[in-house]
């Protein structure tokens, strides 16, 4: 009975020590993301033909260097009706500045986003979309934020 009683709880700290090496669950994020923007984005003066920027602050809630290339793509044009199909060149251009980030083990890194509408951008609410890359590693594909666009 005795042997039996130690082989137990030589079993129990095993497990116990196992599972406490695991690493946490694949869909946990490693990456937390802070958008600030030169203007109010939502209900803001924003008008066909401006410039603003938007300022992108990542931290890293991993132990190892990640590196995350940036994007932007139009997501969603809202309120706005019928429009022949648009090229976001048509619409806006931008730049991130840079344009990949590479964050220290539990470091923080910012981009400067700048993005010029287009003199004859249609009104209405735009749905942008920061794509990061390397997801795979980071478990967080992209981050979003709206602008209304109104006249001049």
């Known amino acids: 009975m005795p042997i ?8 129990v700290v095993a497990v116990y020590f196992l599972r406490s090496a695991e690493l946490p669950g694949e869909g946990s994020p490693l990456i937390a993301i802070d958008l600030e923007s030169s203007v109010p984005l939502r209900g803001g003066n924003i008008t066909q033909g401006m410039t603003f920027t938007v300022n992108l602050t990542i931290s890293s809630l991993a132990d190892k260097e990640v590196t995350i290339p940036l994007g ?10 019928w429009l022949p199909p648009l090229t976001e060149e048509t619409v806006f251009n931008s730049t991130f500045l840079p344009n990949q980030l590479i964050l220290q083990p539990h470091g923080k890194a910012s981009s400067l986003l700048t993005v010029l509408l287009a003199e004859d951008a249609p ?9 990061l890359g390397n997801s795979a590693e980071t478990h967080v594909e992209a981050t979003s934020f709206i ?3 109104n006249p001049k």
């Open 147 to 149: 602008v209304d666009v």
């Open 4 to 11: 039996t009683a130690i082989i137990l709880v030589v079993a």
């Open 123 to 131: 009104l209405g609410t735009y749905v942008f979309q920061v794509e």
């Open 72 to 81: 932007l793509s139009l997501k969603d044009l809202e309120n706005v009706g």
